[in-house]
């Protein structure tokens, strides 16, 4: 069953933006709420990296490549983790995933590809 649910990736030029949203329609809200969520990127050939965290208090944390560039948030009533995505450069092509701590749930993946 399907845990985490991506969305929001496409095609955009450099420069651009994107918002990525991870939905969690299977978590009930007493699961969801004290979980910590994750952005991971997988580009094309290389291992899967951490982009961002946001913990349950909403305390977040940034690799350094994406530092002032992206921002994670969340809506615990919607039961979405978000990943807005500013400045995008050719190298944040690929596939981003979502991933819960507490649970170890992974999504599917949503590919942005980024333009030059």
């Not at 944040?92 to 942005?112: A, E, F, I, M, N």
Request: with cysteine; charged share 20%.
């Amino acid at each position: 069953q399907v845990q985490l649910v991506e969305s929001g990736g496409g095609l955009v030029q450099a420069g651009g933006s994107l918002r990525l949203s991870c939905r969690a329609p299977r978590m009930i809200t007493s699961t969801f709420n004290p979980d910590d969520f994750s952005w991971y990127h997988q580009a094309p050939e290389k291992q899967r990296e951490l982009v961002a965290t946001i913990r349950s208090s909403c305390e977040t944390n940034y690799a350094d490549s994406v530092k002032g560039r992206f921002i994670i948030s969340r809506d615990n009533s919607r039961k979405t983790v978000y990943l807005q995505m500013n400045s995008l450069r050719p190298e944040d092509t690929g596939v981003y995933y979502c991933h819960s701590r507490l649970r170890d749930y992974w999504g599917s993946g949503t590919l942005v590809t980024v333009a030059s």
